[in-house]
């Protein structure tokens, strides 16, 4: 089917019909005003209709560790770290649990540089079971990064419910790139490994990568739609201080914005980040973000104060929401917080 000289209303009907050629994506992805709209408004019917309640998941984020292995292109952790690494205690991370349990949380974020070493995935295990022993309705999700597929096991068994582990980009030139130390094979095959250990699984890409095309985001969205996944995110690409990408340009935030709202159309069912990189790239971006579709939101209340500024995912200078912010937001969106889990 050729489809070069489709128009905007065309694409709409044939992303409403379910039909996701490439070329309707591509189209889609450089959406901008009236089009756009159209295109939010398409997505979010789709969310409301699989979250009729229309709740937002509310995870709080406990930055375990920011030991890291990997030294991405894109990042200043790891080896390319100037800052102190750490690791919380078992203590610590129970006492963070605690605390975020009275509070209402139910839904937690353990969040960690990549870090192979048994003992620290041991650690991680222990804590988790630690956690499920006392409160059994807590929703735990890792983000670990590549681990053995023993290892996946091992964390799933201790009580685990789910895993995020993004492909970041399906163009395997622009991943080894951006990840010199990995391949893209290797990491689908994470992928598939969590998978198979019985996770239910968050994938997604970073929009705005060095030399990514718009052929390259609708490729990122077919693979997020072949995987059987339950969570899917777009963050948006931003140069980290000391990394080897610096000096490269932010990534567009209406790209990334047209992404989300294609994930949701895609795949209705799904959880979809609001993620805090829309906020820094500019005010007010994670409320376009559920005006785009997604239903879930990270509150960054679970890191120790004093060492938020040493998990520099794609800034030293981060933007890290607090509830209230998130109140606001979600009910100009005309959506409400959860208190639970919107599944496990």
Same mark, same amino acid.
Request: include cysteine; hydrophobic fraction near 35%.
């Given at each position: 089917?050729?489809? /070069?000289?489709?128009?905007?209303?065309?694409?709409?009907?044939?992303?409403?019909?379910?039909?996701?050629?490439?070329?309707?994506?591509?189209?889609?992805?450089?959406?901008?005003?009236?089009?756009?709209?159209?295109?939010?408004?398409?997505?979010?019917?789709?969310?409301?209709?699989?979250?009729?309640?229309?709740?937002?998941?509310?995870?709080?984020?406990?930055? #375990?560790?920011?030991?890291? !292995?990997?030294?991405?292109?894109?990042?200043?952790? %790891?080896?390319?770290?100037?800052? !102190?690494?750490?690791?919380?205690?078992?203590?610590?991370?129970?006492? +963070?649990?605690?605390?975020?349990?009275?509070? %209402?949380? !139910?839904?937690?974020?353990?969040? &960690?540089?990549?870090?192979?070493?048994?003992?620290?995935?041991?650690?991680?295990?222990?804590?988790?079971?630690?956690?499920?022993?006392?409160?059994?309705?807590?929703?735990?999700?890792?983000?670990?990064?590549?681990?053995?597929?023993?290892?996946? #096991?091992?964390?799933?068994?201790?009580?685990?419910? !789910?895993?995020?582990?993004?492909?970041?980009?399906?163009?395997?030139?622009?991943?080894?790139?951006?990840?010199? /130390?990995?391949?893209?094979?290797?990491?689908?095959?994470?992928?598939?490994?969590?998978?198979?250990?019985?996770?239910?699984?968050?994938? %997604? /890409?970073?929009?705005?990568?060095? %030399?990514?095309?718009?052929?390259? #985001?609708? /490729?990122?969205?077919?693979?997020?739609?072949?995987?059987?996944?339950?969570?899917? &995110?777009?963050?948006?690409?931003?140069?980290?201080?000391?990394? $080897?990408?610096?000096?490269?340009?932010?990534?567009?935030?209406?790209?990334?914005?047209?992404?989300?709202?294609?994930?949701?159309?895609?795949?209705?069912?799904?959880?979809?980040?609001?993620?805090?990189?829309?906020?820094? +790239?500019?005010?007010?971006?994670?409320?376009?973000?559920?005006?785009?579709?997604?239903?879930?939101?990270?509150?960054?209340?679970?890191?120790?104060?004093?060492?938020?500024?040493?998990?520099? #995912?794609? &800034?030293?200078?981060?933007?890290?929401?607090?509830?209230?912010?998130?109140?606001?937001? +979600?009910?100009?969106?005309?959506?409400?917080? &959860?208190?639970? $889990?919107?599944?496990?």
């Amino acid at each position: 089917m050729i489809l /070069n000289d489709i128009r905007g209303q065309e694409v709409l009907k044939y992303l409403g019909k379910g039909i996701f050629y490439r070329e309707i994506l591509e189209k889609a992805l450089l959406f901008d005003n009236e089009e756009q709209k159209a295109l939010f408004k398409l997505a979010r019917e789709r969310r409301d209709k699989a979250f009729p309640e229309k709740f937002v998941e509310v995870r709080s984020v406990v930055e #375990i560790s920011n030991k890291c !292995r990997q030294g991405c292109s894109y990042c200043s952790m %790891g080896k390319k770290m100037a800052i !102190r690494e750490y690791t919380i205690d078992e203590s610590t991370l129970i006492s +963070v649990i605690n605390y975020l349990y009275n509070r %209402g949380r !139910r839904v937690v974020l353990f969040q &960690s540089g990549e870090n192979g070493e048994q003992g620290y995935i041991d650690m991680v295990s222990r804590c988790i079971e630690k956690v499920k022993d006392k409160y059994n309705d807590f929703i735990i999700i890792l983000c670990l990064g590549n681990l053995s597929k023993k290892q996946y #096991i091992q964390l799933r068994m201790a009580g685990a419910e !789910r895993y995020i582990l993004k492909f970041e980009t399906s163009n395997p030139e622009i991943y080894k790139k951006a990840k010199p /130390n990995d391949s893209l094979e290797n990491r689908l095959r994470c992928i598939d490994n969590i998978l198979e250990a019985g996770f239910s699984l968050g994938s %997604g /890409n970073i929009v705005g990568l060095p %030399g990514q095309t718009i052929t390259d #985001i609708a /490729n990122d969205l077919t693979l997020m739609h072949k995987y059987n996944l339950s969570m899917n &995110s777009a963050t948006v690409f931003i140069p980290t201080e000391s990394s $080897a990408y610096m000096d490269e340009p932010v990534g567009d935030l209406n790209l990334t914005l047209n992404t989300m709202a294609l994930m949701r159309i895609m795949n209705p069912g799904r959880l979809i980040p609001a993620t805090s990189s829309l906020e820094k +790239v500019k005010k007010g971006g994670q409320l376009r973000g559920l005006m785009a579709g997604a239903n879930t939101v990270t509150i960054h209340d679970g890191t120790p104060e004093e060492l938020k500024s040493l998990f520099p #995912i794609y &800034s030293v200078n981060r933007v890290t929401p607090n509830k209230q912010h998130f109140t606001d937001i +979600v009910e100009q969106a005309y959506l409400k917080l &959860s208190k639970e $889990a919107l599944y496990v």
